[in-house]
Each structure stands twice: as structure tokens, then as C-alpha cells.
């Protein structure tokens, strides 16, 4: 192979399709909303935990067949194992339940907060990476519990300031209203349903045979409440709906039903949700979530649960939060580099909510100040100063300036500093 000509200017390397570089504002933002989200969840007691980003290439398609292949990232390792990039956290999760907590004392509430990848046509708001925030609530099958998940779900959304709509249904009830139909055309007709397509949907039910249920299919899709519902949908399946959406009544969450929600993964049997808000065009959802069962098909027993997952990246471009900017403060000197950063690590440990920053480049005073002057103070160090024990502090606001000695500097930047730190 051909050595590049290391002297020869090299086309810049772009990153891959579909994923994002964030700088530091956007970093700040994205940290603030995770904090604010983390908080929340924890309030509700859930616990974060972490499952590693490859997995097994089967735990994703023992349920989902073989076509989720097209949609995720999986290749062979060294050693000819079939692994793939985590497309979502639910099965990973429910793996390591199996493996680590089954005899732990159920519920068990978790929360993640990390990155997933999926091999999807890049658009706004859809991207190859894109991070998740979830929980899972293992090991109860009652109403409460998924009560409890779809509050948890909007308390973090409300928190966040986010105009959005909640949609909550049940996929058992399109399940039962399509029970006898063969299941690769059942799958076609919830893929239909789930992206919206509903004139393909009628084409495909009717070319079917199976224009009779068809009316009933549209009923639940178009139902608008839940005495609208054929009875094909079935009297338990509408039972837990009600129980779910009076419980959600006492959490004060606002929330429609619409038993068209469906979901796009296979694995949800119970209860279902999705989250919509506006201003983001055709990725509109930033929540889904639901109850399913999964631990069965990992080895363990049948375990029900519920969660959601929240997509990240589409939340942070609806939300408006930012975080509370710290005080900088720069040591600048003239020729008193060593006494400078002596100064800037003492008050580093004093006033841990401040920025603390010193000239790393070698500049004169003049050009120090220069460079630091949309900072909010100056801590001037020069010969002077050190001998007297003194310290010269500007404040590049005001242009006020005093000359104070260490605990003196320390408790004028600590009561300009307070209630600036973020949570
Ligand atoms: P999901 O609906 O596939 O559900 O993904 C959850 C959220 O992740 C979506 O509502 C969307 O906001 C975001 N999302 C999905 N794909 C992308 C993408 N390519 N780019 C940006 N954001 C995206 C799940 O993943 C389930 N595991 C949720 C769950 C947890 N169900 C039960 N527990």
C-alpha cells in the first residue's frame, strides 16, 4: 500500500453519515437538560444503570427477525462473532436483568442516559447516533406501574418546558381485533398503522380479504374515545385502558387516548404511548414507550415491564433551557506567570462555582487583558502586588477596580459567584 505524502495537504476527513459534533454551548445545554432529566427520575426513585454499547447481535433479533438487520449497526468481530451497536436500551436492559438482578426484590426502577445507533436515512431530527434517555420498571403488571411510567415520562417534559401531546393506547386491542389473521400480514397492517400510511393500509386489508375487519381496524384507529371501540377489541384490553388513563387523572397528567398508537417494535403487549411536540416536522416523536415482556426470550422468566425512552437529540431541539453561565475569572500578570498560577490554584479551591483561567500563550499584560475582556473579572498579579501581598481585581463590567489582599479577593468573587452554579 501507498504511504500519503505527509508534506502534501490532505482533503479534510469528514465524520461519518448521520452523526454530530457538539461543542462546548452545545455540550452545556445537553448536560443541563441530562441533569434536569436524571433529577426528575431519581425523584420517582429510579437508579441509573449502563449496559455495554455492542451486544450480542441475537439479543436484538430473537424478537424482531431477521430484517432488523437492515436497520442496525452489526458486523463480526475478530474472533467471528455476529455483534451489533445497541439500536435501543430495552433489551439490553432485560438482558441484564436476566444475568444480574433476577433474584433482587422487584420493582426495580432503572433509568440510562446513553448513546444508540441505528443504520436509518440521516434527516433532521433522525440521525445514525443519537442518544436516549429511559427507564424500565420491572417485575410489576399493574395498572400503577404504568401509570407511574407515563407520569414520570411528562413530569420530565413538563420540567423541560416542552409543548407536547401524549397519546396512550393498548396494542392489544388492534392484536385481538386482528387475532385470526396470519401473522406476517398482521405485521405488514401494525407497520402501516405505525408509520401513518392508512390509504396503503386499506389496499392491503382489502386485496387481503379482509375488508370486514377492516371496519373495525378503522374504528379503533379513529376512535375517540373508549365507548367508540368495537367490540372486537376486547373487554379487558378497554378495562386496563380506563384504569390506566384514571390513574393518570390523579397524576394531573394531560393526555389523549388513541388506540392507533401501535409502535414500531415488536415487542410491546400491553399498554402503549407515544409523545409528539410540534416544531420538529416528520421526527415529531420525542417519547414512546409501553409494557412489554422480554425477559423469557433472554433466559429468565416471564417478567412483566414497562418504560419509554425519550429521544434526546429531538428534545434539545424544542427545548429552550440553558444553563445558568458561571463567573470567569482570569489571573493575568505581568512577568508574574509562576505567582499567577499559584493565585489561580488557590482560588480554584475556594471558589469551586467560578471559572478560574490564566494566559497560557505567553502574552504580555496588555494583551492578556485584551484577550480576557468578556470576562467578568481580572485578578492582576504583578511584582508589586506580590511583595505587598496584595492583588489588583477588575471588574470588566463596571471597570471598577480595588486592591485587596487573598481573603479579601476570595469573599468579593464568592458574593458575585453565588447562585450562578446550575444544578
Ligand atoms: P423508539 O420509539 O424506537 O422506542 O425510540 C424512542 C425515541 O428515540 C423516539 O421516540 C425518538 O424520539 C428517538 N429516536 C428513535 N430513533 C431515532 C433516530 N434515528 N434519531 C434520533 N432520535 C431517534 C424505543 O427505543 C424503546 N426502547 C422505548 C421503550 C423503553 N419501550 C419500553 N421501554
Request: charged share 35%; hydrophobic share 35%.
Amino acid at each position: 500500500m501507498r504511504q500519503r505524502d505527509s508534506h502534501k495537504k490532505q482533503e479534510k476527513l469528514e465524520r461519518p453519515r448521520g452523526t454530530r459534533d457538539f461543542l462546548p454551548e452545545d455540550m452545556e445545554k445537553r448536560r443541563h437538560v441530562e441533569r434536569i432529566m436524571r433529577k426528575v427520575a431519581e425523584s420517582y426513585g429510579y437508579r441509573e444503570v449502563c449496559t455495554p454499547t455492542f451486544e450480542h447481535l441475537e439479543l436484538f433479533t430473537i424478537k424482531s427477525g431477521e430484517q432488523i438487520v437492515e436497520e442496525i449497526y452489526s458486523f463480526k468481530d475478530k474472533g467471528g462473532r455476529d455483534l451489533a451497536l445497541r439500536p435501543e436500551l430495552t433489551a439490553p436492559v432485560m438482558r441484564m436483568f436476566v444475568n444480574e438482578c433476577s433474584v433482587m426484590p422487584r420493582p426495580l426502577r432503572f433509568y440510562y442516559f446513553a448513546n444508540c445507533f441505528r443504520y436509518e436515512r440521516p434527516q433532521r431530527g433522525r440521525y445514525r447516533e443519537f442518544w436516549q434517555f429511559g427507564v424500565e420498571l420491572i417485575g410489576s403488571d399493574e395498572p400503577e406501574s404504568e401509570a407511574e411510567v407515563i407520569a414520570l415520562a411528562s413530569r420530565i417534559l413538563d420540567e423541560l418546558g416542552i409543548d407536547y401531546e401524549l397519546h396512550v393506547g393498548h396494542v392489544g386491542i388492534l392484536r385481538n381485533v386482528l387475532r385470526d389473521v396470519e401473522d406476517e400480514i398482521s405485521s405488514k397492517i401494525f407497520r402501516l398503522i405505525d408509520k401513518g400510511q392508512l390509504d396503503e393500509l386499506r389496499e392491503l386489508m382489502l386485496s387481503s380479504g379482509l375488508e370486514s375487519l377492516y371496519n373495525d381496524v378503522e374504528a379503533v384507529i379513529q376512535a375517540e374515545s373508549l365507548e367508540d371501540l368495537p367490540e372486537s377489541a376486547g373487554k379487558e384490553n378497554i378495562s386496563r385502558l380506563k384504569r390506566v388513563c384514571e390513574l393518570l387523572d390523579v397524576y394531573e397528567v394531560k393526555y389523549s387516548v388513541d388506540t392507533g398508537v401501535v409502535r414500531g417494535l415488536d415487542y410491546y403487549t400491553g399498554i402503549v404511548f407515544e409523545v409528539y411536540a410540534e416544531g420538529l416536522g416528520a421526527q415529531k416523536q420525542i417519547c414512546g414507550g409501553g409494557s412489554y415482556r422480554l425477559a423469557h426470550l433472554f433466559g429468565g422468566e416471564d417478567v412483566p415491564s414497562t418504560g419509554f425512552a425519550i429521544g434526546f437529540d429531538r428534545v434539545m431541539e424544542v427545548c429552550r433551557l440553558k444553563p445558568a453561565e458561571k463567573r470567569r475569572v482570569a489571573v493575568v500578570h505581568a512577568n508574574q506567570l509562576e505567582e499567577s498560577i499559584k493565585l489561580a490554584e488557590r482560588l480554584r479551591r475556594e471558589l469551586p462555582e467560578c471559572v478560574i483561567v490564566t494566559d497560557v500563550m505567553g502574552r504580555n499584560l496588555r494583551k492578556q487583558l485584551s484577550h480576557f475582556s468578556d470576562f467578568d473579572f481580572a485578578v492582576i498579579v504583578g511584582k508589586k502586588e506580590v511583595e505587598k501581598g496584595l492583588y489588583t481585581v477588575k471588574d470588566l463590567k463596571s471597570g471598577k477596580q480595588e486592591e485587596l489582599d487573598f481573603e479579601e479577593l476570595v469573599n468579593r468573587l464568592k458574593s458575585t459567584c453565588q447562585g450562578t452554579q446550575s444544578i
